[in-house]
């Protein structure tokens, strides 16, 4: 709209400060619309602005702060400041006219008699404050307290007081610092942090949940350490890998760095006498690392040696330290100088792999910057729009103390380049100043574009807003950012739920049971990895049985039989190392207990599949038992049955009474016609049901054959007890009629010894079943 409107009006001049000027402002706009079009931009921006409000209240306290230092500094230092710029002239009714003004061209303070051979010139008195504040109006006051606060100038301030006004009223801006800038500002940044941090959830979580989210970043970093096995096959290559994963072997190379690191102490220069032996000493270096190389090669197979990402940047600068050694010797010039020590700089970041708190340190660095690149976007797209407004109301202001060819708004990437100096805080009050040069001290023009004239309120709102929201706001969430960081990667091992020493000991495991080193596995190799895990994530498949198979089931479930990943893993054992009541937050507690029951459901039903799978077998063995025993027992019955008819049987058997001989003599007809009453596997009950029934190896079973001895095979049979005994004396002896009258039972005592044997049955098995689990 703002655009369509300039080029409807396309105006032919466009003074200073006018409303045409204004528009082409509004048009440097335009970059800021890319915060609307990236969402992790939109945002950063929403996440501020939700705790505008606590932002404004800080800052209204600091301003009602400075506004009351301002009002005293009014009544106290207003209109007693200015000066005569001729230092021999006490009084304003005095300084008029001019006076002979020696032109230096050093800060450094003369002794008198020394400044005589410089040039002078006249120069008009004049009586004036200060150059750059003032305590005239409440202003001016509150625009110098504004310059304090962020450290700048309140030396000068401090000085001009002590000179001018005395000790007593320079104590006046030491307690403003204090106040101000140690208390206030240090406030505000607190809330700007604070605000961020609640913004986006983590500042309201318990202690539990927070380790949680920090576990949760750790194990996200995490990376499978990619490390081939030994190779015990080959002699040669198990030896240089020997050497290579030795400690000292690791020291000395760190060493090695450390030394050749040390060169870059003196400048390399291709006049100078000593380069020379500079350069061959770090060829010999870069020759001992391409050994070390070459011997890592060997040990992991090339293969092996590239799958680590520390082995890449170390060949990669391996490779450019042996071109600048074959360069170098040709060339012998500042270029292959430059190119040399540049292997060294880059060699020494290789350090920080082989050590763990630099390691920390470095992955501080890296994720810090990475977490950050959406706000370092923001920042740069705001510089952007600052430089190009920059160059719309500075660029053509007259050259000054701080404006000058190095650093001016003529053109927009020399506006970034200034700002970029501001965001700093160098000296961004001084060009401020520089900014606002006003007539007579410049010539005014007809369009901006020809003056050399400043902009006093452009120039005002123009900086202190830039320094205020890149300074006080945008750099603060980065440090916020860094803070998170550092404290997550240098957290407390106790306090941690899971420590490095904890990964680091899953990161072996991986390394052992992923042979291809490819960060993927197939899913039945996850059981082995779990019994080999040590520390926190240790998992007893004999104590933890049940828990062992909800893990395995979960990867089984969630990848359905395909390879899982490291991170997968390392996720899953994570959620089992914790309380996920009390770690989780709501929406993923939720999904993780719906998760886990139906884990424990489906574990469950495949727990009574197993187990009634294991009965079933075991009643078949069971059936196949009784037959295999029946056969025996027909074969002995028989074998009995033949020895009767022997002639050399014993006279006793002659003597028996009819009864038997027609028992003896029915069982002969009996197993002559093959007919042997097999023993059933079931009892019938009168309501028709069958009961399963204990098998010959029951103690139970031969307890209730003693109690109740077996009849003829001719007669009746009651119960279960239809198998003749084996003993020769059940055989030779008949009954008595007691204990034929105790052999019969009534149905409903009948059905209760079936109860009985039922019931002694399943707990038997019951007991057998819980013993072979545990066995199992």
């Known amino acids: 709209m703002v655009s369509l409107v300039f080029l409807c009006w396309m105006p032919q001049k466009v003074p200073p400060q006018s409303g045409a000027q204004v528009l082409m402002i509004l048009r440097c706009v335009r970059p800021l619309r890319i915060f609307s079009l990236v969402p992790h931009m939109r945002k950063v921006v929403y996440e501020l602005c939700r705790g505008f409000k606590e932002i404004l209240l800080v800052s209204v306290l600091l301003i009602v702060l400075m506004f009351v230092f301002a009002c005293y500094g009014v009544h106290m230092f207003g209109g007693r400041l200015a000066r005569c710029n001729d230092p021999d002239i006490k009084l304003r009714e005095q300084c008029v006219g001019v006076f002979m003004r020696k032109i230096f061209i050093t800060k450094m303070k003369l002794q008198p ?44 301030i401090r000085d001009v007081l002590l000179q001018r006004l005395g000790t007593a009223h320079a104590i006046y801006i030491h307690i403003f610092v204090f106040m101000g800038c140690m208390i206030g500002l240090t406030l505000f940044v607190g809330v700007v942090i604070a605000n961020y941090s609640e913004n986006k959830g983590t500042a309201l979580l318990t202690v539990d949940q927070r380790r949680w989210c920090d576990l949760k970043k750790r194990l996200k970093i995490a990376q499978p350490l990619h490390l081939p096995p030994r190779p015990d096959s080959h002699k040669f290559r198990a030896f240089i890998y020997d050497i290579t994963q030795n400690i000292y072997f690791k020291r000395f190379i760190a060493v090695l760095v450390l030394a050749n690191s040390s060169l870059l102490c003196v400048s390399w220069k291709s006049d100078e006498t000593h380069t020379v032996p500079l350069a061959t000493c770090s060829a010999a270096f870069t020759l001992l690392f391409t050994i070390e190389v070459i011997m890592k090669a060997i040990a992991f197979t090339p293969r092996g040696y590239w799958q680590s ?74 510089i952007l729009f600052y430089a190009l407004t920059g ?201 993780r207990e719906e998760l886990e029951y139906l884990i424990e459901e489906e574990v469950a039903k495949q727990t ?131 204990e034929e009258e105790g052999a019969f039972q009534p149905p409903s005592q009948k059905m209760s010894t079936v109860v009985v044997e039922v019931h002694n049955w399943w707990s038997t098995e019951l007991g057998y079943n819980s013993g072979s689990d545990a066995e199992d």
Not at 354 to 368: C, D, F
């Open 391 to 591: 160059v719309l109301l500075f660029g053509t202001v007259k050259f000054g103390e701080n404006i000058g060819r190095q650093a001016n708004f003529q053109t927009a990437p020399s506006g970034i380049a200034m700002l970029f100096r501001i965001v700093t805080g160098e000296d961004w009050n001084k060009i401020m100043h520089d900014c606002m040069l006003s007539p007579p001290y410049c010539t005014p023009g007809e369009n901006y574009w020809e003056t050399d004239c400043g902009n006093f309120t452009g120039s005002l709102i123009y900086f202190c807003s830039f320094y205020v929201i890149i300074t006080y706001i945008v750099l603060n969430l980065l440090v916020a950012i860094i803070m998170e960081n550092f404290s997550l990667f240098y957290s407390n091992e106790e306090d941690a739920l899971l420590s490095y020493a904890d990964i680091r000991n899953f990161q072996n495991t991986w390394n052992i049971v992923d042979i291809q080193q490819r960060g993927l596995i197939p899913v039945g190799r996850v059981k082995f990895l779990l019994r080999l895990l040590k520390g926190r994530l240790e998992v007893d498949p004999d104590r933890d049985r049940l828990l062992f198979k909800h893990m395995c089931y979960e990867m089984e479930r969630i990848h359905n039989g395909d390879d899982v990943t490291f991170h997968d893993v390392l996720n899953m054992l994570s959620y089992r190392s914790v309380d996920i009541r009390k770690a989780l937050q709501l929406e993923e507690l939720l999904a």
């Open 608 to 738: 009574i599949r197993q187990w009634l799978d294991k009965c079933l077998r075991r009643i078949k063995a069971q059936k196949q038992q009784n037959s295999l025993i029946n056969s025996l027992r027909a074969t002995t019955e028989a074998l009995l049955a033949g020895s009767d008819i022997l002639p050399n049987k014993p006279v006793a058997s002659e003597i028996k009474d009819e009864g038997k001989e027609e028992a003896a003599s029915a069982s002969v007809r009996h197993r002559k016609k093959g007919q042997l009453p097999g023993r059933s596997d079931s009892i019938s009950s009168q309501g028709g049901r069958k009961f399963l029934a204990p098998s010959l190896s029951d103690g139970a079973a031969r307890a209730e054959k003693e109690r109740f001895p077996t009849k003829k095979w001719n007669a009746r049979q009651s119960g279960s007890k239809g198998l003749p005994d084996l003993s020769e004396s059940s055989e030779l002896s008949s009954p008595t009629p007691e």
């Open 113 to 156: 008699g020394e400044n005589e051979s410089y040039p002078a010139m006249l120069v008009p008195r004049v009586w004036a404050n200060p150059r750059r504040f003032n305590f005239d109006n409440i202003g001016n006051a509150m625009l110098a307290l504004f310059e304090v606060l962020s450290f700048k100038g309140w030396l000068d």
């Open 309 to 382: 990402r520390r082995n890449r940047y170390d060949l990669l600068v391996t490779v450019v330290g042996v071109i600048w050694v074959v360069t170098h010797f040709m060339l012998m010039n500042n270029t292959s100088n430059s190119i040399g020590y540049t292997v060294v700089i880059l060699r020494f970041f290789t350090i920080t792999g082989k050590h763990a708190t630099l390691k920390m340190l470095m992955l501080t660095v890296v994720v810090s910057v990475y977490k950050s690149f959406f706000i370092i976007m923001g920042m740069f797209l705001l």
